[in-house]
């Protein structure tokens, strides 16, 4: 399988793709816009740039403390517990150099969330008078930056190819990322375990490669029907990491702590987590939750209508 260098060359790769794709969509979003003042500014009148929503209420989706705790945690339990990033750790040969690809993690991340509010900006400042899902242009909001690649530069030969590959690059680096270190994990922890006799390592890390790739092309069908695909992905992470998160912090300051609590405790955890993000979901589909979001318009949409006419015979007075 290559092993964890081929996992890092091929994530890096593909990193160079997706960054690419998203400068040159951006380069070409904002010319056509007229410049980046432009673009701030139709973000601003649409109440778009709200930097510091100081309100405390928890229940309100997105202020200043919600992301600020809500983000904290998330990269925490990635970053600290994260069987991709401790295998990652774990590759290099001592705990300077960890601490190093810690830091240049941090600059690429922030580099590439920079290059994603630039994207959003732009899609705001391009549809702020026709929005695409209410014009039927699109379906879900997961589909606006490809519509607009298709409007920016779809006469360039080639680039739609370019921001596709960029796509792609990015689930597979995830994909190439999770594949690994899952496979990694049930092979030593569980199947060596299972299994009485020795087993060959490289053999059924193959195997559950596979199998677990096989799973995770299956689920696209249950993925398509949860909404925004970015949603459902960090409320699916919150109910796993929020609870191994809460498990070794529980063992970090708490060493009184035996296992019997800490298997309750991961337990209770596990079904409230659930039970939210579950519940929530049903909610949506249901109509029950409604996410309050920015107003948006089609007051400047162009509508065409189609009429067709069936030729018959005329009515004759005389």
């Not at 549809?127 to 899902?133: E, I, K, N, Q």
């Not at 920016?152 to 796509?167: K, Q």
């Not at 092979?187 to 053999?203: A, E, F, H, P, R």
């Not at 409604?290 to 015979?313: A, I, R």
């Amino acid at each position: 399988m290559g092993g964890m260098r081929a996992v890092v060359w091929t994530d890096a790769l593909q990193t160079v793709v997706m960054v690419s794709a998203m400068i040159f969509v951006m380069v070409l979003g904002a010319a056509k816009l007229g410049g980046w003042g432009q673009v701030w500014e139709i973000n601003e009148a649409g109440g778009r740039l709200q930097f510091f929503n100081m309100d405390p209420d928890p229940f309100q989706r997105q202020t200043f403390w919600t992301a600020l705790i809500g983000i904290y945690f998330m990269f925490l339990a990635d970053c600290a517990i994260g069987q991709s990033f401790v295998q990652r750790y774990l590759s290099v040969p001592d705990q300077t150099t960890a601490i190093k690809t810690v830091w240049i993690f941090a600059i690429g991340l922030s580099v590439t969330l920079l290059l994603s509010v630039a994207n959003g900006l732009l899609l705001y400042a391009s549809y702020a008078g026709c929005d695409p899902v209410l014009a039927k242009r699109a379906s879900k909001p997961d589909q606006l930056l490809p519509l607009f690649v298709m409007d920016v530069a779809g006469h360039i030969p080639g680039f739609v190819g370019l921001f596709v590959a960029g796509v792609f690059s990015a689930a597979l680096s995830s994909m190439s990322t999770g594949l690994n270190s899952l496979s990694g994990v049930l092979v030593s922890d569980l199947l060596s375990n299972v299994l009485s006799k020795k087993i060959s390592t490289g053999y059924w890390l193959r195997i559950v490669t596979a199998v677990v790739g096989f799973v995770c092309v299956a689920l696209v069908y249950v993925v398509e029907n949860m909404g925004v695909i970015l949603q459902g992905m960090h409320s699916l992470n919150g109910i796993t990491s929020g609870t191994m998160l809460g498990l070794f912090l529980l063992g970090i300051f708490c060493p009184k702590a035996n296992s019997k609590g800490a298997l309750v405790g991961s337990a209770v955890s596990l079904c409230s987590l659930g039970f939210i993000v579950f519940g929530a979901q049903y909610s949506r589909n249901t109509g029950s939750l409604v996410d309050n979001v920015l107003p948006v318009s089609v007051d400047n949409c162009t509508f065409t209508t189609n009429f067709t006419l069936s030729q018959s015979d005329g009515f004759v007075l005389f």
